[in-house]
């Protein structure tokens, strides 16, 4: 994984669209996203055969666009369709146990303080998610957004370490996240509800400072 994979990276599930979820995908990756994640949560995500399906579509579609297919949380579901790799928070399977099932794949994880952060390092995470930076209504058990402070500290403390910012991430606002040490910006809403995908992830793309 290049830190530049981290430039544009979705994140979507069929609770965040209002049109066809596969393609919103398409749109995105037409687009030029530059890392995905299946991310299928809430009350009325799919289950079962359906959920595997969906999974599957998506990666198909990821695959053809040569994007890196990432599964959020779910372990079983990664190792099943041999995604390109994981993103795991502090809550979930621990990265030591996953990496041992998961040899050579992408596993990133969710760090909220110095702490996590450098246990996150030490247990070899490829890149990790600094979030929220911004309000979110997208994850309802969110921590309270940071802004971009949490950022800053840990690009100076970890000058080359893969980091990607996320929670409440607009074009009007990503040109700060990115300033502040970001390699990238992770995203549901400002895209999935664009009304111009190809501009949206252009915008997201452009370094204004
Ligand atoms: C890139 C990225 N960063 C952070 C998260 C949040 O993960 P987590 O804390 O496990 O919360 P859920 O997404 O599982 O609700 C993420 N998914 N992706
Ligand atoms: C999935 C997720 N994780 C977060 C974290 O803080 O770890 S915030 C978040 C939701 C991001 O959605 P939107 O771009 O619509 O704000
Ligand atoms: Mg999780």
């Known amino acids: 994984m290049n830190r530049s994979d981290l430039a544009v990276y979705f994140i979507m599930g069929t609770e965040n669209c209002k049109e066809e979820p596969l393609n919103v995908l398409e749109d995105a990756l037409q687009a030029g996203i530059t890392m995905f994640q299946f991310r299928e949560k ?11 399906e969906f999974a599957r579509a998506c990666q198909r579609l990821c695959n053809h666009y040569h994007v890196p297919f990432i599964v959020n949380d779910d372990v079983e ?7 390109d790799g994981i993103h795991v928070g502090q809550k979930d399977m621990a990265l030591v146990n996953i990496r041992e099932q998961f040899k050579g794949k ?16 030490l247990n070899g995470a490829d890149y990790v998610g600094i979030g929220p930076i911004f309000k979110t209504t997208s994850k309802p058990d ?10 800053k500290e840990i690009r100076n403390k970890y000058p080359n370490y893969p980091i990607v910012a996320i929670g409440g991430i607009t074009t009007e ?5 990115l300033q502040a ?19 949206t992830v252009n915008r997201f793309k452009t370094k204004n400072y």
């Open 106 to 121: 992408i596993i990133g994880v969710s760090v909220h303080n110095e702490e996590e952060m450098s246990k996150a390092v």
């Open 77 to 83: 579901l990664a190792l099943k369709l041999q995604a």
């Open 42 to 52: 809430g009350p009325r995500a799919l289950k079962g055969e359906e959920y595997v």
């Open 181 to 199: 040490g970001a390699d990238g910006v992770a995203v549901i809403s400002a895209i999935c509800q664009s009304s111009n995908r190809r501009e």
């Open 173 to 177: 606002n990503s040109n700060e996240v």
């Open 142 to 151: 969110a921590e309270p957004p940071t802004g971009v402070s949490f950022i």
